[in-house]
């Protein structure tokens, strides 16, 4: 087990793991086109985790998957899959969908957003804007409360749940009763923070997801720009202690703290970003962490 101070040391199942499944050197300058269209249509593993009901259908364009149980449901959770903005999808992330649905009782409606270079910002967050929007207005025909509703994503997905939060707050449509943001990206390129220097950074993302445009200090792409968090819902941050990610991730955590938002945060020594839709070992007690905080917050609006 390690130390609390160690949680930049990685876990040895994780080392192993590494050495076992060692990353191609394109990563570190992005994606090839063969490669990218790969990791867009991937199906990923069998599934582990059985639910009642789970369904393909649409809002408007934008294709969502539908997960759920049978019986009365916690809420809605509305997930946004990572992958740099580039990659990734509701097939290639149906593993973690389902371990939300099945962690906190509620409906889970996947988001399959738009994704760069070809549809740069705000493309993705427009999408993933719609489909909230949408769950907003239906929310009760899932036999829930008006306020159940979380926003959730991984990664870049944990940037456009926040991104959402912050639009939504902003045209004074914030019923929403809390946001689950895993090792999210909440800083832009160029800015300092020590877990970046020492795990490196994929600048190129941010070339790919602006698409030529000057989104620096657009919070909807940069949360951290910001203005005010202030009146953004209740949050759980979730961060991974061998991540690039982590400290923007803290920052952003305390940055909501300091503006009055109830925020909790946890970090997972020893873990590298990933390792929620990885599957790894560490996985379990993150989706048991979600699944206790969100049906606290679901249950609230019932009162």
Avoid at 36 to 47: F, H, K, S, T
Avoid at 114 to 125: D, K, T, V
Wanted: proline content about 7%; hydrophobic content about 40%; charged content about 20%.
């Amino acid at each position: 087990m390690l130390a609390p101070d160690d949680e930049g040391v990685l876990d040895p199942w994780v080392e192993q793991w590494q050495r076992d499944n060692p990353q191609p050197d394109w990563m570190k300058e992005g994606f090839p086109p063969d490669i990218r269209e790969l990791a867009r249509n991937y199906e990923g593993p069998p599934p582990t985790r059985h639910l009642d009901d789970v369904r393909d259908d649409a809002v408007g364009d934008v294709a969502i998957r539908i997960y759920r149980n049978n019986g009365p449901q916690t809420g809605v959770v509305v997930y946004f899959h990572g992958g740099a903005f580039i990659v990734g999808g509701v097939k290639m992330m149906d593993n973690v969908a389902r371990e939300i649905a099945h962690a906190t009782g509620a409906v889970v409606i996947s988001v399959e957003y738009r994704l760069a270079p070809e549809n740069p910002f705000p493309a993705g967050l427009d999408d993933c804007e719609a489909v909230t929007r949408w769950v907003q207005e239906h929310v009760g025909d899932f036999g829930t409360s008006t306020d159940a509703i979380v926003l959730a994503g991984e990664s870049a997905g944990a940037n456009l749940a926040t991104a959402v939060t912050l639009r939504l707050r902003d045209a004074g449509l914030s019923n929403v009763a809390g946001q689950v943001l895993i090792y999210p990206c909440t800083d832009g390129p160029g800015v300092h923070y020590p877990s970046r220097e020492q795990f490196g950074t994929a600048e190129w993302v941010w070339d790919e997801y602006r698409g030529g445009q000057n989104i620096a200090d657009n919070p909807y792409a940069v949360p951290m720009r910001a203005a005010s968090l202030a009146g953004l819902p209740p949050t759980l941050v979730v961060l991974a202690g061998c991540d690039s990610l982590r400290d923007e991730g803290r920052a952003y955590a305390a940055r909501l703290r300091a503006d009055g938002v109830d925020v909790e945060e946890t970090c997972f020594a020893g873990q590298p970003h990933g390792f929620v839709n990885h599957d790894f070992p560490a996985a379990a007690s993150v989706h048991e962490l979600v699944g206790t905080w969100v049906r606290t917050k679901l249950a609230a609006t019932e009162t």
